[in-house]
């Protein structure tokens, strides 16, 4: 065990050992400060004052529109549960966080995870591949200690880094929402939609929330990319595939469903944010939570097993 | 006989359908510098690869210290030190670190034992340096130092000297030289260079089309039997061809008379006879050599050149 522990921490030396990681950190550190002063200096003068009569704009607006009627069920879905919330916040008086606020700026971070997620492909894609790419996946592999455990140790480190990131972009968001907009520890209720009904939970869980199922979301993509770095063994081509066929993944999921094609829920991207049966509706009506984390799990086995397959029975020729 | 350290047991590797290994046995013993010749695709890095655990066996096995690498790598390898071609070490990080990375995955290598290591391959003014900055010379002396870092009983260097200068490589081979003679490791070193193997190795192997075709010890010849070439320096030489063409009569010995030199075509245990004749008949000596079969040589008539099938 202890000579496992070893193996995680020489994999996230290396990690940490290049400088061009920093960068990474540094890419969503400055992106907090230029969020917090266009925040800063947008908000001034907008209208988060006069919510009530927003809220009560929106309202009468949606309720007047006919072609809403004509909208997909799951889109209706959305819409109402948009009016109830803001007809609760006029009943109970309470108005929404603003974003010139330390929660309501660090709520906005959740926006930066689709960058980390990037970040985090590139990492896991060179993992395994750049050692071959480099030739010193030789001298990696003669040591006493086999593939399969030096596979999962970059495996799990992969993951780590993501976790790293994260929780980097939460830490930055708040010393940087403490800075801007002061520490003001007080927050307004986060609302949601759960059951039919309003559900009222604090700002930080909400926080939290989002961010445990970014976790999902980014664990497939790591053991995505972590794959295809086993099987093409070329970290280039292991990087460029992995961001390209997210994105087509993505964009063929969406064109599925605006196509109706039902089968588009066995694809893995339709599944990986489970966030939406909790808020919002799903992509496809037929799909539940315990659906959508069997279809998730199924495919974490078959990336996993492809990748074990690939390390650890090929030869190492170059 | 000593107990092997490393034992090749009817080895086989096929790519596809093509053989690139047939049935290789031989054994590795302690304190020795094995030399592993053969031309360009004769088999060497595979080989070498299949004892690491690069690549899988067909069938036969490689047993370290008894182990075999086939079925309880981990423990067979414990034993094992490596440079798989140019030591391909990480770029971004210093020599030291990279020492340390290597050593984490050792059990009981010392930060102690890693300094001695680098002193003793002369890198410590640069081992804080990232290797990236380093020359060939310098990552070899890395590559040497991260092979040895356990205690190895052998260490297995496949074409070592490539791309090193002349001086690198003297250096190299004294180094691999005094290993093997103070610490009894097993030095196995592969290469094609053959003028360089006869400096390092005491004993050699020679594969070709994934065969071994002989295993002897270097300078080892038969010189009962053949009769080999003695060429002899001396003045004046009309005089010394009369004598060895009258001593010649009636054997089988051949004399040829050149400018300079004589080439006589005779026995081993004859030399002694032929210089005395020489010298009684007021011929004056300056040089007798015995024109023996180099390596080179030797690895010609066996290889035949070297073709690949």
């Known amino acids: 065990m202890n000579k496992f522990i070893n193996l995680v921490i ?18 969503i550190f400055v992106i907090g400060i230029l969020n917090a002063v266009i925040v800063n200096s947008v908000t001034k003068n907008d209208a988060q004052d006069q919510w009530q009569q927003n809220a009560e704009i929106q309202i009468s607006s949606i309720k007047s529109d006919q072609s809403i009627d004509q909208l997909p069920d799951n889109l209706k879905d959305t819409i109402n549960e948009q009016v109830a919330i803001s007809q609760y916040r006029l009943d109970n008086n309470i108005p929404p966080q603003r974003s010139d606020s330390m929660w309501g700026f660090v709520q906005g971070s959740a926006a930066i995870i689709g960058l980390i997620t990037m970040f985090v492909i590139v990492i896991s894609a060179s993992s395994v591949a750049s050692e071959f790419s480099k030739g010193t996946i030789k001298l990696l592999l003669i040591r006493p200690h086999n593939r399969s455990k030096i596979l999962l140790s970059k495996y799990l480190v992969s993951f780590i880094f993501a976790l790293e990131m994260l929780l980097f972009l939460l830490v930055a968001y708040l010393i940087i929402g403490v800075i801007f907009f002061g520490a003001d520890g007080s927050s307004l209720p986060y609302l949601s939609f759960q059951n039919g009904g309003i559900i009222e939970s604090s700002m930080f869980t909400h926080i939290l929330t989002v961010y445990s199922f970014a976790c999902v979301e980014l664990l497939v993509m790591v053991s995505f990319a972590f794959m295809l770095s086993c099987l093409t063994r ?22 599925l469903v605006a196509f ?19 808020e919002g509706s799903p992509m496809i009506e037929s799909m539940t939570l315990t659906f959508s984390i069997v279809v998730v799990a199924i495919y974490l086995l078959a990336f996993n097993v492809l990748s074990w397959l690939s390390f650890t029975k090929r030869d190492v020729l170059s | 006989m000593q107990t092997p350290i490393v034992q090749f047991q009817n080895l086989y590797k096929n790519f596809g359908k093509k053989q690139v290994i047939k049935d290789l046995s031989f054994d590795v013993y302690p304190g020795e510098v094995f030399g592993f010749l053969g031309p360009n695709g004769a088999g060497k890095t595979t080989t070498i690869r299949m004892m690491l655990g690069l690549i899988k066996m067909t069938a036969g096995d490689v047993l370290v210290e008894g182990i075999s690498v086939n079925s309880d790598f981990e423990k067979a390898i414990t034993h094992v030190g490596g440079i798989v071609e140019n030591p391909e070490l990480y770029q971004f990080m210093t020599g030291y670190n990279n020492l340390k ?27 804080n340096d990232k290797v990236k900055t380093y020359s060939l010379g310098m990552r070899q002396r890395l590559g040497l130092a991260q092979a040895l870092l356990h205690d190895p009983k052998i260490i297995v260097l496949d074409e070592p000297t490539n791309g090193l200068d002349p001086a690198g490589i003297k250096e190299f081979r004294n180094y691999l030289r005094n290993l093997a003679a103070t610490e009894n490791v097993a030095v196995m070193v592969s290469s094609h260079i053959l003028s360089e193997m006869e400096l390092m190795c005491d004993r050699y192997g020679i ?9 002897r010890m270097v300078g080892q010849q038969d010189l009962s039997s053949e009769s080999i070439k003695i060429i002899i320096a001396a003045k004046p030489m009309a005089k010394a061809g009369e004598i060895m063409s009258a001593m010649a009569e009636g054997t089988s010995m051949k004399v040829q008379v050149n400018s300079t ?49």
Do not use: C
């Open chain 1, 260 to 278: 109706d094609y039902e089968w588009a829920k066995y694809i893995v991207f339709a599944n990986m944010d489970l966030s939406v049966y909790f």
């Open chain 1, 234 to 255: 070329n970290s280039a081509l292991a990087i460029g595939l992995s961001i390209f066929l997210m994105f087509v993944g993505v964009t063929l999921v969406q064109f």
């Open chain 2, 101 to 127: 990375l290597y050593a984490r995955m050792h059990e009981g290598v010392t930060d102690e034992r890693i300094m001695a290591l680098v002193k003793q391959v002369g890198l410590e003014h640069r081992i």
């Open chain 1, 10 to 27: 020489n994999e996230h030396i290396k990690i940490y050992s290049k400088k061009s990681i920093w960068v990474l950190f540094g890419v």
């Open chain 2, 207 to 215: 594969i070709q089309n994934g065969e071994l075709v002989d295993v």
């Open chain 2, 261 to 309: 030199t004589l080439e006589i075509m005779a026995h081993h245990e004859q030399v002694p006879g032929i210089i005395k004749t020489l010298v009684n008949g007021d011929v004056a000596i300056y040089e007798v050599k015995l024109d023996q079969k180099t390596l080179e040589d030797h690895f010609i008539e066996l290889t035949g050149g070297g073709e690949i099938e």
